[in-house]
């Protein structure tokens, strides 16, 4: 399985093979390209190249994606993208992937509640086996500022219950919302590690 580009246009190809009389195409992440018809046209000219289209071939097309995503809406991406593959290539069989192995049943509910209200959707039902996990609590703050303090106190009161430090995490949506936070550790003298990035006063933006 590699990915593949057709031509200028933004699609990804999980993979194409060949088996016996079949030609079978898997497009991964469909919900983020830039425009579903433009998808479209890309995958049947993938069917369509001169190593595709012998004759008497029958092709198998499976596009994987998210009708309720679409983080790239910047770039074009339509949370349409789906509908468009369904309705431009006929679908039949459509298989909902529901079951979810990272969040807890009460997360999915939330998420389930939310995402419900979607328009043009195909019904969904998220489900986990991990149990219904702990409640959700929302805190609705004046700023960034106030933000930060509230995490740092939180912090406190779960290490003075005993929990470790390697057992608590902060996550943020941009790397940007990271230098408030880094500001009240280390006015507070609070150890931490950024995963998966650089911390905000050593990114090589910030130091030049």
């Given at each position: ?12 190809f ?18 983020n ?30 596009a ?7 983080i ?39 998420a ?13 039902r ?12 929302i ?31 902060v ?26 990035g ?10 030049d």
């Amino acid at each position: 399985m590699t990915d593949q580009k057709v031509g200028s246009r933004q699609i990804k190809f999980c993979g194409m093979g060949h088996q016996g009389g079949y030609v079978i195409l898997i497009v991964r992440e469909f919900a983020n390209v830039t425009d579903g018809a433009i998808g479209c046209h890309a995958v049947r000219d993938a069917l369509s190249a001169p190593v595709n289209c012998d004759a008497g071939k029958t092709a198998f097309v499976t596009a994987v994606g998210d009708d309720d995503q679409s983080i790239y809406a910047f770039r074009g991406a339509r949370v349409g993208n789906m509908a468009d593959f369904v309705r431009e290539f006929g679908v039949k069989h459509q298989i909902k992937l529901e079951q979810n192995y990272r969040s807890t049943q009460t997360i999915l509910n939330a998420a389930n509640s939310v995402i419900g209200h979607n328009k043009g959707r195909k019904p969904k039902r998220l489900w986990s086996e991990l149990g219904d996990g702990d409640p959700i609590r929302i805190r609705e703050m004046d700023d960034e500022h106030a933000e930060a303090r509230y995490v740092v106190g939180e912090i406190e009161r779960l290490l003075e219950t005993g929990l470790g430090r390697a057992e608590i995490a902060v996550f943020y949506r941009t790397n940007a919302q990271s230098r408030v936070i880094e500001d009240v550790f280390m006015r507070v003298g609070m150890p931490y590690k950024v995963f998966g990035g650089v911390r905000f006063y050593q990114r090589r933006e910030i130091k030049d």
